[in-house]
């Protein structure tokens, strides 16, 4: 089935540790896209991609890194910079020219 | 920038009756989309409903229908017939026509259906 695979589903650092969430789509689609929720809050995007090799801030990007080295992967890091690291972060992903935005199940970051 | 506004944080309605979610955005785009997505606990984001802006006829799939009034900038969802399974958070979500797949989201509404 094609769709899009977050993992961990749950995920605990230390603080001043940096962690990698993982995002991977097989609905070969071009844009991938990381947003971060919290309680009471609407998503937030972090970052996002539209090609191979090429990504750009989105509207709270401090303290976070991604990579697109392949099309079907796009993961994020979230380093100890970020002050506040724990929220619930959710993958997407779309296709050129769709409109729909397609979500992963998400990852629960707990900073302990 | 757009903004993206559900003032509603929190909803309830018995099975089988209708309800109607409010959202509100303000864009100077002309050529844009609205969505409506539901969470439920399982934090799944699923599609409900999506219309474009320069279609004057309102979205309807199935229980779900938008009231898209597009000079107030106003985009409500009304579900008929609520079932417990639509028991979720509700967020409304604007993509303008130039920003490929970007989404901008309200803060969501919690709608409870009660047996």
């Known amino acids: 089935d094609g769709g899009i695979t977050q993992s961990p589903k749950y995920l605990f650092r230390k603080e001043g540790q940096n962690v990698t969430l993982s995002c991977e789509q097989n609905l070969n689609h071009d844009a991938m896209y990381w947003y971060r929720q919290d309680p009471g809050q609407g998503l937030r995007l972090i970052y996002y991609?539209?090609?191979?090799?090429?990504?750009q801030k989105g509207d709270i990007a401090e303290g976070y890194s991604v990579s697109r080295e392949k099309k079907e992967s796009f993961p994020l890091t979230v380093t100890s910079a970020q002050k506040n690291p724990t929220a619930f972060y959710l993958c997407?992903?779309?296709?050129?020219?769709?409109?729909?935005?397609?979500f992963g199940q998400g990852t629960r970051l707990t900073v302990v | 920038a757009q903004t993206v506004t559900q003032s509603q944080p929190e909803m309830s309605v018995q099975e089988a009756e209708t309800v109607t979610l409010s959202c509100t955005y303000d864009t100077s785009e002309s050529n844009y989309y609205l969505f409506w997505y539901k969470q439920p606990p399982s934090r799944q984001m699923i599609l409900v409903i999506r219309?474009?802006?320069?279609?004057?006829q309102n979205a309807t799939e199935n229980r779900f229908s938008v009231n898209f009034q597009k000079a107030a900038k106003s985009f409500s969802l009304k579900i008929s017939d609520s079932q417990l399974g639509d028991t979720a958070m509700y967020f409304c979500a604007f993509r303008g026509g130039t920003s490929y797949g970007k989404l901008t989201f309200g803060q969501g509404t919690i709608l409870t259906v009660h047996p």
């Open positions: 991609s539209q090609i191979v090799n090429d990504f």
């Open positions: 997407a992903s779309n296709s050129q020219v769709g409109s729909e935005a397609f």
């Open positions: 219309q474009e802006a320069y279609k004057q």
